[in-house]
């Protein structure tokens, strides 16, 4: 990508300054540029405002945690690691968790022993293992190379989404103004007078701006082909509940460009529905789906938000271990339906009280 990716190391330090130390090696191996409190430096500002603020400067969040809470932030009662963890998933940020596992021996001085913090990491434990998925770790080395490996296929992942993206336009660039003066061109020259073009223009741009101010929700279904049928079922149901569906079965057209017409129902989507299953996950065309998408989020805010489907049980891709998927491994598309209808209206209001 043209731009370097920043990653925020989220911790706690006294109990895990080695780990960290491995972590930030393993990202600058990568070449990343990265944030923590070690190179905070003097700030004029309070400890939280700057650490907050750094979070929402990078793409990626590591968070690692270990058997100490740390620090309360005054006036949140949470620790500033929750809260910097907070802050990171409010705004989307992927979040590659890591819990060291409890069977790990430790010394007694980095175990937590006020009672208070512990049930506040405790219920932190919790509230990370349901939004993800979370690896375990024991020590500097293995979590070195899990955060190495994972970040090092985010990364790679994005990097074919911006290539292809490039070649794409390479391929046939098209642009507003060129499009539309070939439209134009093509139209007078078939014979249609320019009081007659200029009037549906302006009923056209007139239509589009006002479904834009009662625009119903737009979803793009990403799938295998080997899944298209339960897939199928999903879109129906979507439809008939007043959502708008790209599905490519019915919405790409005979002679139509569609790799660009994907990108450009990419771009128009609200939301994303990516079918996870042994064959979406080894499939091409789904996992550039996964990365364009992904890469919308990543380098500029905004963006369509991903709803993940369990289909099936399969390895979840690392760009989606930070969102909460949608269990639908008993096949009952009806239910399924309910539930993503439920979440794309919740997720709407959500962003229209913001």
């Not at 512990?118 to 979370?134: A, I, Y």
């Not at 079922?233 to 979507?238: C, I, N, Q, S, T």
Request: charged fraction near 30%.
């Amino acid at each position: 990508m043209d731009s370097k990716l920043t990653v925020f190391v989220c911790s706690t330090y006294s109990d895990l300054s080695d780990e960290r130390g491995g972590v930030l090696d393993a990202i600058r191996r990568l070449q990343l540029e990265h944030d923590s409190m070690e190179f905070f430096g003097a700030r004029a500002n309070q400890p939280i405002e700057t650490c907050l603020a750094e979070v929402r400067r990078s793409n990626i969040l590591v968070v690692i945690v270990g058997h100490r809470y740390g620090s309360i932030v005054p006036d949140m009662d949470i620790s500033y690691s929750e809260a910097e963890y907070q802050e990171g998933f409010r705004l989307n940020k992927p979040c590659l968790v890591y819990i060291r596992g409890e069977e790990v021996p430790i010394l007694p001085k980095l175990m937590e022993r006020d009672p208070d913090k512990l049930r506040l990491l405790e219920d932190w434990k919790s509230t990370l293992q349901t939004r993800h998925t979370v690896a375990s770790f024991e020590g500097k080395n293995d979590l070195s190379v899990q955060v190495a490996a994972d970040l090092g296929r985010t990364i790679r992942d994005l990097d074919e989404a911006e290539r292809a993206r490039e070649e794409a336009h390479t391929d046939s660039p098209i642009h507003l103004m060129a499009e539309l003066q070939s439209l134009v061109s093509n139209a007078l020259e078939k014979g249609l007078s320019e009081e007659i073009l200029l009037s549906s223009i302006r009923r056209v741009v007139s239509v589009a701006v006002s479904d834009v101010e009662h625009l119903a929700e737009t979803v793009f279904l990403s799938y295998a082909h080997s899944d298209r049928e339960i897939v199928r079922k999903v879109a129906d149901g979507l439809e008939a509940s007043g959502i708008k569906v790209w599905f490519d079965e019915s919405s790409l057209k005979p002679g139509s460009q569609w790799v660009l017409e994907i990108e450009r129902a990419l771009d128009a989507a609200d939301f994303i529905i990516f079918f996870i299953s042994p064959s979406s996950v080894g499939s091409g065309w789904a996992k550039q789906e996964l990365q364009v998408a992904m890469s919308r989020q990543v380098s500029s805010p905004g963006g369509p938000r991903i709803l993940p489907v369990l289909l099936e049980k399969a390895e979840v891709p690392p760009l989606l271990r930070s969102i909460q998927w949608l269990d639908m491994t008993d096949g009952d598309a009806d239910k399924a339906v309910a539930n993503m209808v439920k979440a794309i209206r919740h997720f709407t209001e959500k962003k229209a009280n913001v």
